[in-house]
């Protein structure tokens, strides 16, 4: 429960994560170690979407088990029920840190609606959503944020659980390709960035919230993808 093999993507934002991931993962690798402040001798590697397992992602405890992390402070099943995200891409760093990605290869993949949880499982995701909103100091109601942009949310709302409640080093990353016509994505970055800071301002969440600098907006050409397939050793950032 909680592995869900993929098909190799033929398009879109499946298509871009598993190339990068499994043919020229430096590529990001060396984004990240730049937006983290690490050196450049540290190491990630990547855990999903990996070819030899499927291009498997992953969601629930087998995220957590995935990447070897145990929440001892404050448990999953006490913070979100049973379907929660399912991650683009994980990864861990040598020095520990945990990478929970989330990508997209066009603007619609934002527009994500709300929950369809039960009314159970609704209350829990409520109670999270209000902590995470009280700890961001976001006073917008929280049924907003469970009915539009869920996605977006409930990603912030697992950062929370990790980095706060338990003091697991891990940082969201949200990926966003450039240049993707097929999908008929955004063609510059700035594209992207005025999406961004539209959700933004529809959650009510500041620039410089108090995880803000554990959330990474990341972007890659595809064209850089397309590129870096098959080179051995470093890509460079353009």
């Given at each position: 429960?909680?592995?869900?093999p993929q098909p190799e993507g033929q398009r879109g934002s499946l298509k871009w994560i598993q190339l990068l991931v499994n043919d020229c993962p430096e590529l990001i690798n060396e984004w990240l170690r730049q937006a983290c402040g690490f050196s450049s001798d540290t190491q990630?590697?990547?855990?999903?979407?990996?070819?030899a397992d499927q291009f498997a992602e992953y969601r629930d405890q087998a995220f957590l088990d995935r990447l070897g992390i145990r929440l001892?402070?404050?448990?999953?099943?006490t913070f979100?029920?049973?379907r929660g995200p399912q991650w683009d891409?994980?990864?861990?760093?040598?020095?520990?840190?945990?990478?929970?990605v989330e990508s997209k290869a066009h603007v619609g993949e934002i527009q994500f609606g709300g929950t369809k949880a039960s009314t159970r499982s609704a209350s829990l995701i409520g109670a999270s959503l209000r902590a995470?909103?009280?700890y961001l100091r976001v006073h917008t109601d929280v049924d907003y944020w469970s009915r539009i942009l869920y996605q977006y949310t409930n990603r912030l709302a697992h950062l929370y659980l990790l980095r706060v409640l338990n003091d697991v080093p891990v940082f969201l990353v949200f990926l966003y390709f450039v240049g993707d016509k097929d999908m008929y994505g955004p063609s510059t970055q700035e594209e992207w960035k005025s999406a961004i800071q539209v959700v933004k301002g529809v959650l009510g969440v500041s620039h410089h919230h108090r995880l803000s600098r554990h959330v990474l907006d990341i972007f890659?050409?595809?064209d850089q993808i397309k590129r870096g397939r098959g080179r051995p050793g470093k890509q460079h950032l353009e």
């Open positions: 429960m909680g592995r869900f990630i590697s990547w855990l999903s979407p990996i070819r001892d402070k404050h448990p999953l099943r979100w029920p049973r891409a994980l990864a861990r760093s040598d020095r520990g840190d945990i990478f929970l995470t909103q009280s890659i050409s595809v």
